[in-house]
T-cell receptor
Framework: DAEITQSPRHKITETGRQVTLACHQTWNHNNMFWYRQDLGHGLRLIHYSYGVHDTNKGEVSDGYSVSRSNTEDLPLTLESAASSQTSVYFC???????????FGQGTRLTVV | AQKVTQAQTEISVVEKEDVTLDCVYETRDTTYYLFWYKQPPSGELVFLIRRNSFDEQNEISGRYSWNFQKSTSSFNFTITASQVVDSAVYFCALRRTNYGGSQGNLIFGKGTKLSVKP
């Protein structure tokens, strides 16, 4: 069955370190998204991509970057981790058109 | 600007009670989609329903029902005869149907935490 997976599921890192969260989908979806979930804020969009080599900034993109070298993967990089980036991160994918987005299981990141 | 408001932060009910989760949205688009997702304590996001802005017909799926009213920009979710397993955070979300700019992504409300007590 097609799926979307995130790794790692949990990570603790130190302030200032570079961190990359992986997202891999086997749906062959063109659209991929990264959200962060924080108490009191719901889910907010970080970055998104509509296809290979396409990346766009979302609502809370500062301190994050993404790259899309193939259809299946959209890794999220924290260039220099900050305590404010402690959060749960969700990756999602969808096909062009008006279908629901499929979400990964989430990655809980703690920056100490 | 697009926005989704879930005014109820937390709701607590006793099992078998009916409960309605409110969702009010703002958009200038004439065509859009509305969604509900469930996030149980295990943390994953589970898709519940998608509704096109042209389709105001209410929908029922088992104990779940949804009331979409464009006149009041609301898309409320009712659970009938609630069960302990319904305990979760529920998110309402909005998405445009056309591409360009930030369209295509979901705009989420802040969620409503539902606790169903035995």
């Amino acid at each position: 069955d097609a799926e979307i997976t995130q790794s790692p599921r949990h990570k603790i890192t130190e302030t200032g370190r570079q961190v990359t969260l992986a997202c891999h989908q086997t749906w062959n979806h063109n659209n991929m998204f990264w959200y962060r979930q924080d108490l009191g804020h719901g889910l907010r969009l970080i970055h998104y991509s509509y296809g290979v080599h396409d990346t766009n900034k979302g609502e809370v993109s500062d301190g994050y970057s993404v790259s899309r070298s193939n259809t299946e993967d959209l890794p999220l990089t924290l260039e220099s981790a900050a305590s404010s980036q402690t959060s749960v991160y969700f990756c999602a994918s969808s096909s062009p058109g008006n279908t629901e987005a499929f979400f990964g299981q989430g990655t809980r990141l703690t920056v100490v | 600007a697009q926005k989704v408001t879930q005014a109820q932060t937390e709701i607590s009910v006793v099992e078998k009670e009916d409960v309605t989760l409110d969702c009010v949205y703002e958009t200038r688009d004439t065509t859009y989609y509305l969604f509900w997702y469930k996030q149980p304590p295990s943390g994953e996001l589970v898709f519940l329903i998608r509704r096109n802005s042209f389709d105001e017909q209410n929908e029922i799926s088992g104990r779940y029902s949804w009331n979409f009213q464009k006149s009041t920009s609301s898309f409320n979710f009712t659970i009938t005869a609630s069960q302990v397993v319904d305990s979760a955070v529920y998110f309402c979300a909005l998405r445009r149907t056309n591409y360009g700019g930030s369209q295509g992504n979901l705009i989420f409300g802040k969620g409503t935490k539902l606790s169903v007590k035995p």
